[in-house]
């Protein structure tokens, strides 16, 4: 893991004056991986840049980079990505020497299309939150919301990555089959049980050849970074078809991501211990290091908000819908996935995309999803508006935020994700 260096010092600043806003997403500590290019400019290829304050440091015009593959930066080792972030780091500090060369590599943020930050060959999306899969559970096995498994193995299944877009994505009210309770027989249609998952992304950087495991004291050193997740679910498809195998159409439609990978380095000032209560089970030996232990977790504050269509219109701004963190619901750590995931001598690819699975707190505002916020639809959550929602109806926006915030760091944000349903 990570350890501390200069360029997390929260005393160092940035000659890009919008970095050294209290509050941004983007200080001079962050530093996180994107492609972009300049709006409106459908011909011009993306781009490698890094998030500084409100502008984006192209990396090739800057000198720093000679390719605008995503993926072959990604497959870099730890020591040259730490090399990397170091020179990144030194040129955007006030009193650089590289300013006056610099400011012309820089685009507003305002003034650039961004699209998926890397190539995406592979998506698994895990099961890591432990009271969210309790409170789904507890809808459909009153007797028993976990299955004998969950606490022992990391449940995972794989999904579509050929569906995953970047925020700011439109996407239309997925189709497919549906049972209702007293029906004889399934129905086809639009879902009308349109559902959001906060979720966390963790992207491998380099990957491990087949039938080579990858230990957990090393599989920090294949993850990337981490970005924000939006694995939309349409709950009433979801239903009827996950048994035996699990979900196919009611997640495959669409999932939306931040444009940013907040890289471990980044992050390594809010890492945080990773416990088990001594009641519960505790991790197999290949699933467990004293490093995990140590500092396994992460500690991300995570919220959700809403605006509907009406919202919009009338120029309300979207209001929030839960607030937790990542320390009090994930069960397994992003290590302790890859490594499950090799165990049996799977090869991972630079760009692989591991989700996290719905990551909700314990306490009822905490959820991260609609399918727990509404007791399964049977509770309305009321807007300030006069609107009610048990499920997300077209024109409705979702908004995902992420960040990290800790006495002696200085505050560091995922982004944002954004996606809206239509008909």
Sequence with gaps: MTALNATHDPKLRSWVATANLAG?????????????????????AFRIGVAIGDQIL????????????????????????????AAISAGLAEGSGQQAAWSKALLAQAQAEMTVPCRIGDYTDFYTGIHHATTIGKLFRPDQPLMPNYKWVPIGYHGRASSIRVSGQTFKRPHGQTKAPDAETPSFGPSKRLDYELELGFFVGRGNALGEPI?????????????????????DVQAWEYQPLGPFLSKSFASTLSPWIVTTDALAPFRAKFERPAEDPQPLPYLDAPSNRASGALDITLEVLLQTAKMRADGVAPVRLTLGNTTEASYWTAAQLITHHTVNGCNLQPGDLLGSGTLSGPQPDQAGSLMELTGGGKQPVTLPNGEKRTFLEDGDTLVMRGWCEREGAVRIGLGEVTGTVVA
């Design 58 to 85: 192209d990396l090739r015009a800057a000198g720093l980079i000679d390719t605008d593959d995503m993926n072959v930066l990604m497959n870099a080792s730890v020591k040259d990505r730490q090399a990397l972030r």
């Design 215 to 235: 230990a957990i004291a090393e599989a920090e050193d294949h993850l990337f970074g981490v970005t924000l997740l939006n694995d939309w679910s349409a709950r």
């Design 24 to 44: 941004t997403d983007f200080p001079i500590q962050n530093l996180p991986f994107g492609r972009f290019r300049t709006a409106g400019s459908n011909n011009e």
